[in-house]
C-alpha cells in the first residue's frame, strides 16, 4: 500500500459545481452500501486487524465512520437552520475506546449508517447554492466551514475509510 494513513490521498477543497456536487451527494448516498461491501465475509481477527501501525482496527473504523457521520449529520442539520453555528468537536480516539465500540458488533454502526446515510441525503439533495455557502465554525481548528466544504470533506471520509479495509484486505490477500 503506497500510503497506509492516506490511501486516497488527503481532502482538497473544490470550488463548487453541479458535477462535482452530484458525485458528493452520490458518495453519501452509497457508502453504507460500499463500507458493507468492503467487510463482507471478514471474520472476527480480521476485523480486530489494524489497518497500520499503529491505527485502529478495522472494527472501530467502521464504528467511527457511524460516530463522525451521525456528528456530521447533526452539523448539516445545525449549519442550514442556524447562523454560523459553532458546533461541538469530540475526541475521535476516545470514542474508539468506549464500551460500544470495544463490545459491539459492526452491524450494528453499518445498520445505524443505512438509516443515517438515507436522512442525510434526502437533507441535502436539493439545497441551494446559497444554502451550500452556509457555515458552521469549528472551534478545534478555528475555522469557518461552508457546507459545500463539509460535503466534500465527508464524501472523502467515507471513501478515505473504505479504503483502509479494502487496502488492508488486498495487503493482506482477504
Not at 94 to 113: F, H, K
Amino acid at each position: 500500500m503506497q500510503n497506509e494513513q492516506y490511501p486516497i490521498g488527503t481532502f482538497t477543497p473544490q470550488p463548487f459545481s453541479e458535477t462535482l456536487k452530484e458525485a458528493w451527494l452520490a458518495d453519501i448516498q452509497f457508502l453504507p452500501e460500499e463500507l458493507e461491501r468492503a467487510v463482507l465475509n471478514l471474520d472476527e481477527a480480521q476485523l480486530h486487524t489494524p489497518y497500520r501501525k499503529d491505527g485502529w482496527t478495522i472494527h472501530q473504523v467502521v464504528h467511527h465512520v457511524a460516530d463522525s457521520h451521525m456528528n456530521a449529520y447533526c452539523r448539516f442539520k445545525l449549519g442550514l437552520t442556524e447562523d454560523n453555528p459553532t458546533i461541538k468537536p469530540y475526541d475521535e480516539n476516545a470514542w474508539t475506546q468506549l464500551s460500544d465500540v470495544v463490545t459491539l458488533p459492526i452491524n450494528l454502526s453499518i445498520t445505524l449508517l443505512h438509516a443515517l446515510h438515507t436522512r442525510w441525503y434526502f437533507a441535502i439533495k436539493d439545497i441551494s447554492a446559497a444554502q451550500w455557502e452556509r457555515t458552521i465554525y469549528h472551534p478545534g481548528s478555528n475555522k469557518q466551514m461552508s457546507l459545500w466544504h463539509l460535503l466534500g470533506m465527508y464524501a472523502w471520509h467515507g471513501k478515505h475509510h473504505t479504503a483502509h479495509i479494502t487496502e488492508l484486505k488486498k495487503k493482506n490477500n482477504w
